[in-house]
């Protein structure tokens, strides 16, 4: 018997389909009344797997109530779901409304949603909380059947994570039968995400439904001429071949890990671009207005090529792209895979990808990644106790819907996974915190945003800090930023405050994949007009992508194995051959560190294969104590895979510079005098609602905003250096900022594993770093040109068998 209704049945039939194994399996859940986790490839149908119940069921009786939540770590994911699920519910002649709700929905279609809810709402995490945050949310979601959770392995482990668990806590709270649903095609451990998904962390509660495998992807490393270059990131030395494989393709989707990147990848193809093939460019800096053209251009299949970011990683369904193009190393398996998955959107068809490598460890990390999709093998997620400043915007999100009782909301958190074992110490500090902003700034009336109503309840002590918290509610917490526009009116998108302090009337800078002149910047927008003259490229001071301890441990073992070696272009093999013979090889779990002189300084690296997050922060504490033991420092550089360290004195006992208590002691002094933990303090006192960014027709400028949190943080840390968003800031300093677990398990291993070895000159392993002294503020992919003259010149030295 078919379990299909039969207007879905009709459907599949007349598109000559039958349904998938996993398809049903997720009705076959809904209809036990089970939480579901699907894990599926890409292509293979997820989406209409996880609303397939919904139709189902809504096809037989229909209601003018919510049904069914979707949500997508994406407004553009969940946009183009809403034009993927509307023709098939069309094509059933089914009468089922769907509608999507982000920052980017009208404000008159937000009033009427909540009023006249559609059947199937498409939203994000921060617009969820928001609607939870209104009166008549009790009313509004009572009737709700499902939430489905899309691409759930790009959100579970971090803050917005955190953010839609507590949602969910309270969605469960108002429909009791709620069922949950989560999607993805690139999770590593199903047994985590499913205790993650349920109520109470009960994973046993979460069937797991998995697809069956698709056809394995064809992947390949784009060599130029067959060579690997010594230093560099961007992989923009291989323009001219990346724009024949577009030429050879129907659509190829070019992915950077960076937007500076991406600008200067789009302006690298475009002058290679002699037969003008259509190319566009998308990133979250620009416009709204210029994605959504690219991405129409897309669906109509009016574009060659899209140079992107991780803006469209995920989920996006566009059937005419048949290659797939990744600019510089991938630094996660699991993030490549996703990638790959854009091309040939279909189970039974391969994807197909290249990588163009921008050195020689990236080409070792590229082939690492190959051969782990290969296997099936995808990097592990940590997960983590929930945030506290996540913890108080929900806490006022729940208080601006109705007053709230401390012991039952408490019970209620505590249902959310990340929080189950938030105690009633930590709850207590936080709700005093958003009740009047703690012990040093109670006494001021713009803090006091809860009263206790007797009883242990608690309600807004005035109806404006509703609004204040709807307008300035969200997780992603952007640098300061000033609009790009020309002097028509017409918006380009963003750049940060602090690239635009560096311009001037006149200057010229590459933005939307255009070269921009500069006419005036005041205070929100900077006003330009179209050039032909050379440019800079936009810099942006967000984290990098950090390199997965997955593919680090990868590389180490290529590092350790020659029988491997016979895999490698000539150049890579020749390489670690050199090293071998002149110096040592890291060996699994081996700390190696060469010192040696060089232009008349005495230099020290050390391949700890860490991420350079990771790299940066151990640069900053090794210089700091080798300022103390008198070794004269001038400077550090670091990459993905080692750290070198540079002076006036030779380091002859490199243990006493990787010893353990380094954390105990340079680290706090080091985070408590920089600017890291007031970065890590801006984002929590916006997150928890401390410092507003927007108020009733005003938005702050980002350096109002700083100023503020500056303020405030100076204020806490003399006169309540316990105030619990210093703790927050403290927790994302050593984790986000830092990665902090990463450099403890280093200097762990680091005394009994640590190889030094003296040389008498620069290494063949040292010269993809080395070549970066000097460059360290340079945007990466700008500077590569230079890059590949002089650390020719390294190499030859680095090379010699003498």
Partial sequence: MNPLPPPIAAWFARQGWAPHAHQLAMLAAAQAGEHALLVAPTGAGKTMAGFLPTLARLSQSVSQTLDTLYVSPLKALAADVERNLIAPIAAMDLPISVETRSGDTPSDRKARQRVRPPNI???????????????????????LDTIIIDEVHA?????????????????????????????????????????????RGEAERVRLVRGAPGAPPELAILLPQGRVPWSGHSGRYAAPQVLAEIARHQTTLVFSNTRALAELIFQDLWKENSAALPIGIHHGSLALEARVKVEGAMAAGQLRALVATSSLDMGIDWGNVDCVIQMGAPKGASRLMQRIGRANHRLDSPSKAMIVPGNRFEYLEAR?????????????????????????????????AAPVDEAALLAEIRTAPPYAALDAAQFDAVLRFVADGGYALKAYDRFRRLTPDGAGRWRLTHPRFAQQHRLNAGIIVEAAMLGVRFRNGRRLGRIEESFAATLSPGDTFFFSGLSLAVERIDTEDVLVRASSRPARIPSYGGARMPLTTHLADRVRGFLADPAQWARFPDDVREW??????????????QLLVESFPHHGRHHLVAYCFEGWNAHQSLGMLVTRRMETLGLKPIG????????????LEPVTDPARLFSPDILAEEFTEWVEGSYLLKRAFREVAVIGGLVERQQPGKRKTGRQVTFSTDLIYDVLRRYEPEHVLLKAAWADARTKLTDIGRLADLLDRAAGTMLHVDLPRVSPLAVPVLVMIGRESVPQGLADEALLIEAEALAAEAMRLD
Avoid at 374 to 389: I, N, Q, S, T, Y
Wanted: net charge negative; glycine share 6%; charged share 20%.
């Fill in 368 to 400: 690492a990644a190959i051969d782990a999709i290969e296997e099936g093998a995808l990097d592990a997620d940590v997960f983590r106790p929930g945030a506290l400043d996540v913890l108080a915007q929900h806490i006022m999100a729940c208080a601006c």
């Fill in 121 to 143: 709402l498409l939203t994000t995490p921060e617009s969820l909380s928001l609607l939870i945050s209104y009166a008549d949310s009790a009313a509004l979601f009572a009737g």
């Fill in 155 to 199: 959100f579970a482990t971090g803050k917005r994570g955190d953010l839609l668990a507590l949602a969910m806590a309270r969605l469960q709270a108002m429909a009791p039968g709620l069922r949950r649903v989560a999607l993805s095609a690139t999770v590593a451990d199903p047994d985590a995400y499913r205790a993650w998904l349920a109520p």
């Fill in 576 to 589: 670690l051959e050199i090293q071998a013979r002149r110096s040592r090889l890291p060996q699994p779990g």
């Fill in 636 to 647: 550090f550089v670091a990459n993905d895979y080692a750290l070198a360290c540079y002076g």
